[in-house]
């Protein structure tokens, strides 16, 4: 399966500031996909990272907080936005290889807002 | 529209016990249902995966799952825990192998010795 690498894997931010999160994968892939998983609980699709046009988001989520790009086949980057208490959770890239694979994880950023 | 119910938060086994995580899902289609792994501090891995092939699916560390289409349940399981199991468990379900994944609530494995 493909190597996702994630960073940076923690950061501990101020209130009001953004943070930009990177995933690059060693091969290209087919799908690629951003996810929450708040503290203690099970994880949220935020949106699908779509090559060279805008993110479809989930319901809940939005592009002015939330902001998704994906300049080719084997890197996306999320940026939390005006960050807050309530964001505080760790943020996951996952990707598809394609031809029916399953989605694979990276490690994940655990964001801590202070 | 797709929903996971995992039974029980909290799973607690000795050590050379069976385990059995429990899984419910409602699909308007026919699902892919997964169940991924996550170890402390790291991201999730999977465990493995049901794609209308066998319904008895084996998967890594000596896990496996049976699908029961009348049931809608999709039950991991392993004969023997060992400590090393101990991690937190999702159960996770899709329209196909590659789309999008709605997980359920997780449950948390402890494994005693």
């Known amino acids: 399966s493909a190597v996702i690498s994630q960073k940076p894997s923690r950061d501990i931010c101020q209130r009001g500031t953004s943070l930009t999160i990177q995933c690059q994968v060693d091969s290209q892939v087919t799908m690629m996909f951003w996810y929450r998983q708040q503290p203690g609980q099970s994880l949220t699709l935020i949106a699908t990272a779509n090559q060279g046009s805008e993110a479809t988001y989930e319901s809940g989520f939005v592009i002015d907080k939330f902001p998704i790009s994906r300049p080719n086949l084997t890197f996306s980057t999320l940026t939390v936005s005006n960050m807050s208490p309530e964001d505080s959770s760790i943020y996951l890239c996952?990707?598809?290889?394609?031809?029916?694979?399953?989605?694979?994880f990276g490690d994940g950023t655990r964001l801590s807002i202070l | 529209a797709q929903s996971v119910t995992q039974l029980g938060s909290h799973v607690s086994v000795s050590e050379g016990a069976l385990v059995l995580l429990r899984c419910n899902y409602s699909?308007?289609?026919?699902?892919?249902l997964f169940w991924y792994v996550q170890y402390p501090n790291q991201g999730l891995q999977l465990l493995l995966k049901?794609?209308?092939?066998?319904?008895l699916v084996k998967g890594i560390n000596g896990f496996e799952a049976e699908f029961k289409k009348s049931e809608t349940s999709f039950h991991l399981t392993k004969p023997s825990a060992h400590m090393s199991d101990a991690a937190e468990y999702f159960c996770?379900?899709?329209?196909?192998?590659?789309?999008?994944?709605?997980f359920g609530g997780g449950t948390r494995l402890m494994v005693k010795p």
């Open positions: 996770a379900v899709s329209v196909t192998a590659g789309n999008m994944l709605t």
């Open positions: 049901y794609t209308s092939a066998a319904t």
């Open positions: 699909s308007s289609v026919p699902p892919y």
């Open positions: 996952s990707v598809v290889g394609g031809g029916g694979q399953p989605q694979h």
